[in-house]
């Protein structure tokens, strides 16, 4: 899995707590990735990260934002985790030739 | 924006059979071409990724392109149960951007 790390595996939070997830890669990649795949959606873009600082906005960026103050590290924060929000997140990293994907967050808001 | 599009099954074959699988996408101008399989529960992993026309062969999978068409393909011989997975087809511009997914069953 390309030295891929998230943190947690599973989590239950509350509407209205933040919540940060934590992606963790051991090869020195510079582009890194958070997606979240739902039934009847599939994997959607949510930020990016092109090197240390660097970030952008994917397709579903609203209510969440990132982090990346280390090459091997990029955080993901609900910064008021919403019922909507529950969802599978997934990090990735790598460029053109393809992503390599973490095993994933599970993350329930109740 | 970026579309692109899968039926979602399930496709159902018989072990030992060719399982096709088929991808549309909107932008003409995109370049390079994933399939993901996606076991339940399981992250996707990376089967094949294919730039140009024709065809790409890789063991029992085949990657099939036709940008003129808009159209890629994957297809999979001597399909086992093993394959049964959702597979995910990702056109990537200045990041990937997938498909609902393909669900596969094979049976034995």
């Known amino acids: 899995d390309a030295g891929i790390t998230q943190s947690p595996r599973h989590k239950v939070t509350e509407t209205g707590t933040p919540v940060t997830l934590r992606c963790h890669q051991t090869?020195?990649?510079?582009?890194m990735y958070w997606y979240r795949q739902d039934p009847g959606h599939g994997l959607r873009l949510i930020h990016y990260?092109?090197?240390?600082?660097?970030?952008d906005k994917g397709e579903v960026s609203d209510g969440y934002s990132v982090s990346r103050s280390k090459t091997e590290d990029f955080l993901l924060t609900l910064e008021s985790a919403t019922s909507s929000q529950t969802s599978v997140y997934f990090c990735?990293?790598?460029?053109?030739?393809?992503?390599?994907f973490g095993s994933g967050t599970r993350l329930t808001v109740v | 924006q970026k579309e692109v599009e899968q039926n979602s099954g399930p496709l159902s074959v018989p072990e030992g059979a060719i399982a096709s699988l088929n991808c549309t996408y909107s932008?003409?101008?995109?370049?390079?071409f994933f399939w993901y399989r996606q076991y339940s529960g399981k992250s996707p992993e990376l089967i094949m990724f294919?730039?140009?026309?024709g065809d790409k062969e890789d063991g029992r999978f085949t990657a099939q392109l036709n940008k003129a068409s808009q159209y890629v393909s994957l297809l999979i011989r001597d399909s086992q149960p093993s394959d049964s997975a959702t597979y995910l087809c990702?056109?990537?511009?200045?990041?990937?951007?997938f498909g609902k997914g393909t669900m596969l069953l094979v049976s034995p």
């Open positions: 932008d003409r101008g995109s370049q390079s």
């Open positions: 990260s092109y090197g240390v600082k660097d970030t």
């Open positions: 990735a990293v790598g460029q053109g030739n393809g992503y390599t």
């Open positions: 294919i730039y140009s026309n």
């Open positions: 090869e020195n990649h510079r582009y």
């Open positions: 990702a056109v990537i511009d200045s990041t990937l951007t």
